[in-house]
């Protein structure tokens, strides 16, 4: 069973960076997704990022698309958020998430794709 705990969040002003990181443990494999994710108070979560262990496919939502870069690093078994030109709108608390399913399903959007969450890092952004 992977386990996958997130760090690097943090209060920053608007226009400030940050880089988060989804630790995994246990087995991975090349075909799986890793997902970022995020979830302000009083709305639903939603998709920010979605990179293939691989490393060959990576996806954006159109919010972040320009400012977020996804990546990993195999060696270490860590996924990345790096997040720049931050906005008060970023704001909300980000989840790191596998899928077994995307590579098949194509849905990397999809909250319900992805089996194993971690336990979630608040990131605020002031104005």
């Known amino acids: 069973q992977v386990q996958l705990v997130e760090s690097g969040g943090g209060l920053v002003q608007a226009g400030d960076s940050l880089r988060l990181s989804c630790a995994a443990s246990?087995?991975?494999?090349?075909?799986?997704?890793m997902g970022w994710f995020r979830q302000a108070p009083g709305k639903e979560r939603e998709f920010v990022a979605a990179?293939?262990?691989?490393?060959?496919?990576?996806h954006y939502a159109d919010s972040v698309k320009g400012r977020f870069t996804i990546s990993r690093d195999n060696a270490k078994n860590t996924v990345y958020l790096q997040m720049n030109s931050l906005k008060p709108e970023d704001t909300a608390v980000y989840y790191c998430?596998?899928?077994?399913?995307?590579?098949?399903?194509?849905?990397?959007?999809?909250?319900?794709?992805?089996?194993?969450w971690g336990q979630g890092t608040q990131v605020t952004v002031s104005s």
């Open positions: 246990g087995r991975t494999f090349t075909s799986y997704y």
């Open positions: 990179i293939k262990w691989s490393g060959l496919r990576t």
């Open positions: 998430a596998t899928s077994a399913s995307v590579d098949y399903s194509g849905a990397y959007y999809d909250t319900t794709q992805y089996a194993v």
